[in-house]
């Protein structure tokens, strides 16, 4: 082709729906996706993966879902879940609503059918109104219909995920959009860098000046750090925080270690004490919810006798559940900055305060030592926890995983973390399945092992998945404590025909599912074997699950949580 055609030839470059969409993601630093594939989004996944990005696939969208939840609480950014429509949009639904209960930033995406069969109800492959059935379950929901608006969507969703309290975003991306074409230049004009994405809050300085007087005015101040405080990552501002109050802190499960749980500060060990005895709280990134008996009942000691004070992005957070003397709303990091500039000469707490935590804690450590040295076999839940005590000790780097209900209880006060955002677990609803796609996106976003520690039950919603760790060959040993039940392996049928409602098959062999894909698979029946399992897997980095075998009696109904359950009047028997 000569010089002189070029000026008729129309050359121009193309691009379509599948690459704005990639092109939209990429530049906004969203980079692994975690995905199910079918249709309408088979191709885009693959096309994701040929562009760079890392795309996981998984065998059930609630558990890529989780996945994409967890990825938003680790980094601060939105995780991506990409799923095929109505059943699969349905099923990673679940997770959005788990990440936006837990203001965690997420976006799921959703392939769906052409607006013009959904709205007339025609009858299409998959057909569903995705966009209604979302909303009401997560932070925003929004469809983009043409290839030039995705730039706009993608934006939207991000800024709605992570901006003021976090949470989860519904994309609706219907097929035809995805082989729309256009102009390259202009498409990638089109596209949104999202300039200050979670933009800081800062509070009043009455509001500041405020909480102080309140904090200075305490005699028995207490600290509650909550997983809004880790996932700030201002971790040391946190702890010059903490540690500028003198005051006993404790943690909810998800902010352990983010001082670590070492600190002469930490009151964990005296929970009972410092809830009931203090005469001021302020909660740092944590909600006064069922976690925290909605900051009242016998735990806490008679009601309105406590100052509350309480930093939370969310100004509807505040009176939620007591009243709070003094609401910080603001983000932690601008709000403890903020106080810090004026604590120059803080005095810490009066000592009969903090030596009488300490007492209780150093009483409680040592109640407890025994116990968790045992080595009998069968396992008890303190036996089994004692050994993985020790080893994450020695592995301030691995992330813990944990789910169940004894197996979640135990574990939460008897594996210390060390550094933050190291326990994963089923966050505010208290929600089970979130265990191997927490395990797998944990691993993926952050280059570190993984110990899932779970509950036979809780391993079972997601369990299949220890396919897709073996086909990544992802560093995640998986410990299951098998005490063949949910709660406890003993209930029986009173009529005798079936198996009890919460039993298992006794001792299931859980080590050859990991064993069917290529991984190890070992089954441990004393503390020292689990020990030793875990060790070796770490070191190892390959996919391993250790078949833990725990006392069928050991368990208690609910964990530490029975109390919820309601009572029967009616005694049949
Ligand atoms: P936990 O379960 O650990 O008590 P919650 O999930 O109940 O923690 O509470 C976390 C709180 O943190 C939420 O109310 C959320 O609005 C808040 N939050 C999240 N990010 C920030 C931030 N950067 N600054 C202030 N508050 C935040
Ligand atoms: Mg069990």
Same mark, same amino acid.
């Given at each position: 082709m000569d010089g002189s055609d070029s000026k008729t030839e129309v050359s121009q470059e193309l691009t379509d729906g599948f690459h704005l969409i990639i092109d939209a993601l990429k530049l906004n630093g969203i980079n692994n996706v975690y995905h199910v594939p079918g249709i309408p989004v088979t191709d885009l996944g693959r096309m994701m993966q040929a562009e760079g990005m890392r795309v996981i696939s998984f065998r059930h969208e609630s558990n890529a879902g989780n996945a994409a939840a967890i990825a938003g609480y680790l980094t601060r950014k939105p995780g991506?879940?990409?799923?095929?429509?109505?059943?699969?949009?349905?099923?990673?639904?679940?997770?959005l609503a788990h990440a936006t209960t837990n203001c965690w930033p997420m976006i799921l995406i959703s392939g769906s059918s052409e607006r013009e069969i959904v709205d007339l109800q025609k009858g299409d492959y998959e057909e569903m109104d995705q966009l209604a059935v979302a909303k009401p379950l997560c932070k925003a929901a929004y469809?983009?219909?043409?290839?030039?608006?995705?730039?706009?969507?993608?934006?939207?969703?991000?800024?709605?995920?992570?901006?003021?309290?976090p949470g989860g975003v519904y994309l609706d991306i219907p097929a035809s959009l995805l082989g729309q074409v256009m102009d390259a230049e202009t498409g990638a004009r089109s596209l949104i860098k999202v300039v200050d994405p979670s933009p800081a809050q800062i509070p009043a300085p009455q509001a500041v000046d405020r909480a102080l007087d309140v904090l200075k005015g305490a005699e028995r101040p207490l600290l509650i750090l909550g997983k809004g405080a880790a996932y700030a990552q201002c971790d040391a501002i946190v702890r010059q925080f903490v540690e500028r109050t003198g005051a006993p802190y404790i943690a909810m499960s998800m902010a352990k270690g983010l001082l670590p749980d070492d600190h002469p500060q930490y009151a964990g060990a005296a929970r009972s004490l410092v809830l009931k005895e203090s005469d001021c709280v302020m909660l740092i990134g944590a909600r006064l919810n069922w976690l925290l008996s909605h900051g009242q009942g016998k735990q806490w000691g008679e009601r309105f006798t406590k100052r509350f004070i309480h930093v939370d992005i969310d100004p509807k957070e505040m009176d939620s559940n007591q009243p709070i003397s003094a609401p910080l709303v603001g983000d932690i990091e601008s709000t403890?900055?903020?106080?810090?500039?004026?604590?120059?000469?803080?005095?810490?707490?009066?000592?009969?305060?903090?030596? !009488?935590?300490?007492?209780?804690? !150093?009483?409680?450590?040592?109640?407890?030592?025994?116990?968790?040295?045992?080595?009998?076999?069968?396992?008890?839940?303190?036996g089994a926890l004692g050994r993985l005590?020790?080893?994450?000790?020695?592995?301030?780097?691995?992330?813990?995983?944990?789910?169940?209900?004894?197996?979640?209880?135990?574990?939460?006060?008897?594996?210390?973390?060390?550094?933050?955002?190291?326990?994963?677990?089923v966050g505010t609803w208290g929600v089970m399945g979130i265990g191997m796609g927490t395990a797998i996106?944990?691993?993926?976003?952050?280059?570190?092992?993984?110990?899932?520690?779970?509950?036979?039950?809780?391993?079972?919603?997601?369990?299949?998945?220890?396919?897709t760790i073996c086909r990544y060959g992802l560093p995640v040993c998986v410990v299951v404590f098998n005490n063949s039940g949910i709660?406890?392996?003993?209930?029986?049928?009173?009529?005798?025909?079936?198996?009890?409602?919460?039993?298992?098959?006794?001792?299931?062999?859980?080590?050859?599912?990991?064993?069917?894909f290529g991984g190890e698979g070992i089954t441990a029946r004393s503390p020292d074997d689990l020990e030793r399992a875990v060790r070796d897997a770490i070191a190892s980095g390959k996919p391993t699950l250790v078949n833990a075998i725990i006392d069928p009696e050991a368990g208690t109904e609910s964990g530490r949580i029975g109390n919820l359950n309601p009572q029967s009047a009616v005694n049949r028997q």
């Open positions: 991506v879940c990409l799923t095929v429509s109505a059943p699969g949009f349905l099923n990673g639904l679940v997770s469809r983009i219909l043409h290839a030039e608006d995705i730039g706009v969507g993608i934006a939207r969703a991000i800024r709605a995920a992570v901006s003021g309290r403890l900055s903020l106080m810090l500039a004026k604590m120059s000469n803080w005095a810490p707490p009066p000592s009969e305060w903090t030596e !009488a935590v300490n007492a209780k804690r !150093a009483a409680n450590v040592e109640r407890m030592a025994p116990k968790l040295a045992n080595n009998n076999v069968p396992m008890d839940f303190h005590k020790r080893v994450f000790a020695d592995h301030p780097d691995a992330i813990l995983v944990n789910e169940g209900a004894n197996t979640l209880d135990f574990a939460r006060s008897i594996i210390d973390m060390a550094k933050p955002r190291k326990r994963l677990d996106a944990a691993t993926v976003e952050t280059g570190h092992p993984v110990v899932a520690v779970e509950g036979d039950s809780a391993f079972g919603f997601s369990g299949m998945e220890v396919e709660y406890r392996g003993t209930d029986a049928d009173p009529t005798g025909r079936d198996p009890g409602t919460t039993v298992f098959v006794r001792e299931s062999r859980y080590d050859l599912m990991m064993q069917a």
